[in-house]
Structures are given as structure tokens and as C-alpha cells.
């Protein structure tokens, strides 16, 4: 059985439980998480949050890409979002991998190059990491100044979150 | 106090009662899910995941951007994955909207035009833009042809997944 199936028959008796009830597309609690795709992270755990409270964007690093952005945009102004909050996290894969050889090991190992992603946004300071997507939101002609951008550094041996100032 | 102060406080008590131990960065189902940010859906709740399972990658739709096949080739490459689902959902922000319509109000209300991002990926047809996200991903040259891509439409109602069979 794959994994796929398995997770299809845990929706049969989640979905036989089903008691949300009719929530809103908009957030109750009015707030974007931006963070890394990591397994051992539940940010609904990590932050006491509840279905339909807020935005979960999640990409490898928690990287404000221009796809994050994308998805910061449509969180504020179409679904009301007034907070963004960015988390990045100890122990992350992109942490322990330079981009130019990353590059070379997939091109070579897949006989193919591929012209995207132009980036991996691999890092190797964690704090300096999470001011620089902080920045990258902050700057987006389409995000609103009033808009607090807070960023974090979760770190995976405690569950306890570190915040980084902004720069 | 702000929603962000709110989940700070909520994150001290998980971390004092912190019991995760040591997890691997490598997901333990070697699965990656794609899906929407949307607030209704914890997708661990849904599908039967616990921590340090399998990786979530989240934006805006449950799009394959170039940036979910980054995360997907990070998953796969460097961590270990080995299937990949991707879920799209009933009632999606993105089925409300007109990409057109959209960068017009937003150029309109924040006074300044911005080159990226490019596209919204506002859709109209679930199953088709399911279908599209599949295709996106198993046609990338560095995703390896044995790795299975399954596509799933939530129905944040019921809480049931439905498959999309392939194209």
C-alpha cells in the first residue's frame, strides 16, 4: 500500500468525525504564517491555533519567494489577513547544502539542466535568514506599510520559538 | 495585544510541555503534500500525520509554482521523499477571482504597479487546475518519472478527499 493510500483511508475516519461545521475562507484570527515545509514542524501545535484561524504558507526554508509574496497578497486583500509572521527553524535542510553544488549534483545525477528554479535560497545564518524574507515582504509595492512582518527562529530540539528583529 | 504576541504565548506553553524528542530532518513516510494555505484545512488532522512524517508545502491555490517544484526537489533530492500529493479545495479563494480583475484593483488601491509576481493562478475548474498541478510537476526534468504524483479536492464540508484521476 503506498503512503497516499494510507493517508486516503485516515481521511475516511477523519472525514466520518467531520465537525468543523461552516467556517469562513477568511481568517478568524486574521494572520499569514510564512514557514519552512519541515515534518517535525505543526505549526497549528507550535502556535495554538485552530482550523480556520489562519493562513499556512509553507515552502522549503520558509523563504519569502515571489510565490510566497503571491500568497501574502491574496491572504491581506482578498481574505483580510492584517499580520504576516515568518518562521524559520534550526536544523533546516537548506541550511546544510551549498546552491552551486546542489545545482551540479541535480543536473548531473538527472542528465537534464532545468533553467527554474533559478534558486534553492540556500543559507547559512539563521537570524540573518529570516530578516532578509522579513525585508523581501516589507518592500513588495503590493504589501501595505501598516502590515506587521514579525520574524522567528523555531528551534525543533525545544519547540520554542526565538524572535529576530527586524532590520 | 497583537495576534503574533497571542501565539507567542500559546508557543510557551507547547514548548514547557515539548515531548517531541529527537525527530530526523527526513520525513519518516518519505511523502511531500502540496495544497493550499487555506485556514480550514489541517492537513494533519485530515490525512493522519504526525510530526516528522512528511513535508507541507503551502501557497496560494496548491499551485505547482516554480517554487513548490523547489520545495519538491529539495523534498525529494536532499531529504528523501519518495510520493508526492497534491490537494486543492471546495470554496478556494483563488475560484473567486479574476487574474485580470485582481491586477487591476490591486494596482488601483496601492497606487504603484509591480512586475512580479506574474501570475495569481486564479482558476475556475477544481478538477482541471488539480489535473494541471500534476502535470506541472511529473513534467519537471528534475523530478525522477518512478516518483508517484496523486491529486486529491478537498471538500472543506465534509472534510472528504476525492482523488483526480491523472492526464
Same mark, same amino acid.
Given at each position: 500500500?503506498?503512503?497516499?493510500?494510507?493517508?486516503?483511508?485516515?481521511?475516511?475516519?477523519?472525514?466520518?468525525?467531520?465537525?468543523?461545521?461552516?467556517?469562513? @475562507?477568511?481568517?478568524?484570527?486574521?494572520?499569514? @504564517?510564512?514557514?519552512?515545509?519541515?515534518?517535525?514542524?505543526?505549526?497549528?501545535?507550535?502556535?495554538?491555533?485552530?482550523?480556520? #484561524?489562519?493562513?499556512?504558507?509553507?515552502?522549503?526554508?520558509?523563504?519569502?519567494?515571489?510565490?510566497?509574496?503571491?500568497?501574502?497578497?491574496?491572504?491581506? &486583500?482578498?481574505? #483580510?489577513?492584517?499580520?504576516?509572521?515568518?518562521?524559520?527553524?534550526?536544523?533546516?535542510?537548506?541550511?546544510?547544502?551549498?546552491?552551486?553544488?546542489?545545482?551540479?549534483?541535480?543536473?548531473?545525477?538527472?542528465?537534464?539542466?532545468?533553467?527554474?528554479?533559478? &534558486?534553492?535560497?540556500?543559507?547559512? #545564518?539563521?537570524?540573518?535568514?529570516?530578516?532578509?524574507?522579513?525585508?523581501?515582504?516589507?518592500?513588495?509595492?503590493?504589501?501595505?506599510? &501598516?502590515?506587521?512582518?514579525?520574524?522567528? @527562529?523555531? #528551534?525543533?530540539?525545544?519547540?520554542?520559538?526565538?524572535?529576530?528583529?527586524?532590520?
Amino acid at each position: 500500500m503506498s503512503v497516499a493510500d494510507e493517508l486516503l483511508k485516515s481521511n475516511e475516519d477523519f472525514a466520518r468525525n467531520f465537525s468543523l461545521g461552516e467556517l469562513s @475562507v477568511r481568517p478568524k484570527r486574521h494572520v499569514a @504564517v510564512l514557514a519552512c515545509m519541515d515534518s517535525r514542524i505543526l505549526f497549528e501545535h507550535c502556535l495554538g491555533l485552530h482550523p480556520g #484561524d489562519a493562513h499556512m504558507i509553507r515552502n522549503a526554508g520558509g523563504i519569502a519567494t515571489t510565490d510566497a509574496i503571491r500568497s501574502l497578497i491574496v491572504s491581506h &486583500h482578498l481574505l #483580510d489577513t492584517e499580520e504576516f509572521i515568518i518562521i524559520n527553524h534550526t536544523d533546516c535542510g537548506l541550511l546544510k547544502v551549498r546552491e552551486d553544488e546542489l545545482k551540479s549534483r541535480l543536473t548531473e545525477k538527472m542528465g537534464t539542466p532545468a533553467d527554474e528554479p533559478r &534558486h534553492f535560497y540556500a543559507f547559512d #545564518d539563521l537570524e540573518a535568514n529570516v530578516r532578509q524574507q522579513m525585508q523581501r515582504v516589507k518592500s513588495h509595492p503590493w504589501i501595505p506599510k &501598516h502590515i506587521p512582518v514579525r520574524g522567528f @527562529v523555531y #528551534d525543533v530540539r525545544t519547540g520554542k520559538l526565538k524572535e529576530v528583529e527586524g532590520s
